[in-house]
């Protein structure tokens, strides 16, 4: 294991040489975990030069990624909480039975005394799961007709990392997340789940359909990049 220093700071360096390179590259992965991609001809201390040239850059990503992973909600009386392209209230009410329910602009969230914040984003994920699937399904179809394919059956996960995929049987399964996103965001990552019906790859029709279907895809793709990580529960 190699390692470069910033401030004082030692960081481990993960060395992968790869005969496909032909540029030196480096990833900071949301662990933390820092590899160094070289190719053939670069010798390893050169890239580690290198490296360490990026030292301050990488340092900064580090804590980036540290940041994120602090991100978490207390549902607490009065926070708000995105909602298929609006803002919801939190109005804690004490229950017998831990559930949600919306309430025009508000998030009401009944509980026993005592329920944690765990407890709560149980009964908000399950709401939101429920909203999700009669929310989606009219974009859904929508999208399948302007691409010219039948509407496929749509289900509705929590994921950490995957925003949707399509199953082999022509089904799509998307991230409960995505109701925390921005609209555009939602619109796109239906229209790529269901250009996937036709094109499984990535490939240029493949994108070109994404395109044809909504041409500012760009911009979602750029808001899912720089602010998808603020959208958990």
């Known amino acids: 294991m190699s390692s470069v220093e910033f401030a004082g700071e030692v ?11 032909r540029t030196v590259g480096i990833t900071v992965k949301e662990s ?3 590899i160094l ?3 053939p001809q670069v010798s390893e201390a050169d890239a580690l030069r290198f490296a360490q040239e990026k030292a301050e850059w990488i340092v900064r990503h580090r804590e980036k990624f540290a940041a994120r992973k602090k991100q978490t909600r207390e549902y607490a ?14 109005c804690r009410v004490e229950g ?33 799961r429920r909203e999700a699937l009669r929310l989606l ?7 399948s007709e302007a691409a010219g394919v039948e509407p496929p059956a749509l289900r509705v996960r929590l994921q950490e990392r995957k925003w949707g ?3 082999p049987k022509n089904g799509i399964i998307l991230n409960v ?24 790859h990535h490939q240029e029709s493949f994108w070109a359909e994404v395109e044809r279907l909504m041409p500012e895809y760009r911009e979602a793709e750029r808001l899912i990049k720089e602010e998808g990580w603020q959208w958990v529960f």
């Open 11 to 21: 960081i481990p360096v993960s060395v992968v040489r790869s005969a496909r390179r």
């Open 32 to 34: 933390g975990e820092v």
């Open 37 to 39: 991609r070289i190719p």
């Open 77 to 90: 009386e009065g926070d708000v909480i995105p909602f298929f392209g609006r803002e919801l209230t939190i």
């Open 96 to 128: 017998k039975t831990l559930r949600a329910e919306l309430d025009g602009d508000v998030l009401r969230l009944f509980a026993p005394e005592g329920t944690d914040a765990a407890g709560f984003r149980e009964a908000v994920v399950f709401l939101y």
């Open 137 to 143: 399904r009219p974009l859904v179809a929508s999208v």
């Open 165 to 167: 995929c399509c199953t």
């Open 177 to 200: 997340r995505l109701l925390l996103a921005p609209k555009i965001v939602i619109r796109y990552l239906v229209v790529h789940e269901v250009a996937h019906i036709r094109f499984r």
